[in-house]
């Protein structure tokens, strides 16, 4: 079993940026695939980034590209998820989520979740 715990969502105002975290425990850290995901009341849960084992690989969603970045400190058993120039339409429940072997951007191929962090962005 992973556990992981999310952190650093808050309101913000639109252009601004905020630093999410995902602190992981249970298992060996570096054996995982991090992913974050987000979920805006009505809507399927989106795939907004995710993360190699090793933080060599990293992919994007289409509508976060260029203004989100994923990393992670393996020393720290933690992943980020570094926001900025936020909009309105990010406003969602943030996720991390695990999987061992391969990265996917599918969350139904992630095992493990937290239990989110909300973000708000007004306009």
């Known amino acids: 079993q992973v556990q992981l715990v999310e952190a650093g969502g808050q309101l913000v105002q639109a252009g601004g940026s905020l630093r999410l975290s995902c602190a992981a425990s249970?298992?060996?850290?570096?054996?995982?695939?991090m992913g974050w995901f987000r979920q805006a009341p009505g809507k399927e849960r989106e795939f907004v980034a995710r993360?190699?084992?090793?933080?060599?690989?990293?992919y994007y969603g289409d509508s976060v590209k260029g203004r989100f970045v994923i990393s992670r400190d393996n020393a720290k058993n933690t992943a980020y998820l570094q926001m900025d120039s936020l909009k309105p339409e990010d406003t969602a429940v943030y996720f991390c989520?695990?999987?061992?072997?391969?990265?996917?951007?599918?969350?139904?191929?992630?095992?493990?979740w937290g239990r989110g962090t909300q973000v708000t962005v007004s306009s």
């Open positions: 989520a695990a999987r061992a072997y391969s990265g996917s951007d599918d969350p139904a191929d992630y095992p493990y």
């Open positions: 993360i190699s084992t090793r933080g060599f690989n990293r």
């Open positions: 249970g298992r060996t850290f570096s054996d995982y695939n």
